[in-house]
């Protein structure tokens, strides 16, 4: 009985941390939607290379700095596989723009977010 009760334990407070987890990675979600950057993300769909992106955003809408920068960063990123993956959903417009500035961040041609296992993630691909 003890035993059942620290297995439920434990499932729950992994359960949590990896919810917390996921949350935290999409915290570029909330710095971009706050500064409502979705123009800059459109004016920004052939940018190239990491700088070359944030330096697009950010001259789109100087509000926006912010978000430039978290969505590059890599503690936001989730590891999956011993890759670090960028978590977003195809569903959303946004997070579909976003993923794919990130991919032409990495120089690859397009990004788009896919289902990996359990996680919507973003998937790069110099395919078209």
């Known amino acids: 009985m003890l035993k059942a009760k620290f297995f439920i334990l434990f499932v729950t407070i992994f359960s949590i941390t990896e919810a917390l ?3 935290n990675s999409k915290y ?8 409502g950057c979705s123009f800059a993300f459109s004016t920004c769909m052939t940018c190239l290379g990491e700088s070359g992106c944030k330096t697009c955003i950010t ?4 509000d926006c700095s ?3 920068d978290d969505i590059f960063k890599k503690e936001y990123m989730v590891p999956i596989f011993g890759k670090e993956y960028l978590v977003c959903d195809p569903s959303d417009p946004i997070q579909s723009k976003v993923c794919h500035i990130y991919c032409r961040g990495q120089f690859a041609q397009i990004g788009q977010c896919e ?3 359990d996680y919507l993630v973003c998937k790069c691909s110099s395919k078209s």
């Open 21 to 23: 987890s996921v949350t």
């Open 28 to 35: 570029w979600l909330l710095s971009c939607n706050l500064s």
């Open 59 to 62: 001259l789109s809408k100087p």
């Open 66 to 68: 912010t978000c430039a």
């Open 115 to 117: 289902r990996l296992d």
